[in-house]
């Protein structure tokens, strides 16, 4: 399995995902992503979106459709080969569990 | 009350007691589950269309999740209809992946936000299912999600 060519470079996605947690700051703490391969083995990136404790006890269908929908508007995933997949924790939910991934 | 809103309030359900006890295996059961009350929600529709009550159980048995998150839609310059049918696919990709991880890797934990966020995800695609279910466009995506190709 190959991984489309924008994994070789990804810094127009870095520079995206800091536009967008800059924009949505501070419901928006931080954004990680990864580029991999998704159950069914299509080439996916993974977001992983750690949101303020009170954006998501508050609002956080909200700010989650927001950061969805920035970064597809910054990011072009059809033509990029990738299917975005986003998920969201809180601060204090990330404190608790404590993964690496999520760091 | 059907049986594809029935799971959908099971995972409420199951989400609230993951919350409130912080156990993982509710919290992964929750979202297996909402994914799952989707796929029942758009099969349901499908095989409604085929004559035979009788055998609308066994057309049912075979769609494959993984040509059903295969089928795409894009238009430049959406309508309401075509926007609302984009949430429903957009939801059933990223719930089945959310499912799959639930279900099997159990590196992975869930967090209560993280689980509320999936579940307002199937709500959402249940209600914009329902404005747009019997619409051509909607109509020929779940013949789409069969298997069929676009003409």
């Known amino acids: 399995m190959y991984l489309p060519s924008v994994a070789a470079n990804t810094l127009p996605i870095d ?10 700051a501070p419901d928006v703490q931080y954004i ?16 992983r979106v750690v949101l303020s404790d009170e954006a998501s006890q508050k609002r956080l269908r909200k700010v989650a ?14 033509s990029m080969g990738l299917f ?12 608790v569990l404590r993964e690496e991934a999520w760091a | 009350m059907a049986f594809p809103d029935d799971l959908l309030k099971d995972a409420h359900h ?18 297996s589950t909402a994914y799952y009350a989707l796929f029942h929600l758009l099969i349901a529709d499908f095989v409604l269309n085929w004559k035979r009550p009788d055998q609308r159980v066994r057309l049912g048995r075979m769609f494959d999740h993984s040509k059903m998150k295969q089928a795409k839609f894009q238009s430049a310059n959406p309508t309401p209809v075509e926007e609302d049918l984009k949430t429903v696919i957009d939801a059933f990709a990223q719930l089945q992946e959310d499912r799959y991880t639930a279900d099997y890797d159990v590196g992975t934990n869930w967090s209560p936000k993280g689980v509320e966020n999936t579940l307002a995800i199937a709500d959402e695609a249940f ?3 329902r404005i747009v279910r019997k619409e051509k466009i909607a109509q020929d ?7 069929a190709r676009r003409m």
């Not at chain 1, 520079?15 to 949505?24: D, F, I, K, Q, S």
């Not at chain 1, 990680?32 to 977001?47: H, L, T, V």
């Not at chain 2, 995506?141 to 298997?147: A, E, I, K």
């Open chain 1, 15 to 24: 520079r995206a995902v800091t536009e967008v947690a800059e924009r949505l």
């Open chain 1, 32 to 47: 990680r992503y990864e580029i991999g391969w998704d159950w069914s083995g299509d080439p996916a990136i993974f977001f």
């Open chain 2, 14 to 31: 199951l989400a609230a007691r993951g919350e409130k006890d912080l156990r993982q295996s509710s919290l992964r059961r929750a979202v």
């Open chain 2, 127 to 129: 209600k914009a299912w």
């Open chain 1, 65 to 78: 459709t927001q950061v969805v929908w920035h970064l597809a508007r910054l990011l072009d995933f059809p």
């Open chain 2, 141 to 147: 995506h779940l013949l789409t999600m069969f298997g």
């Open chain 1, 84 to 95: 975005p997949y986003h998920n969201f924790r809180s601060v204090s939910e990330q404190a």
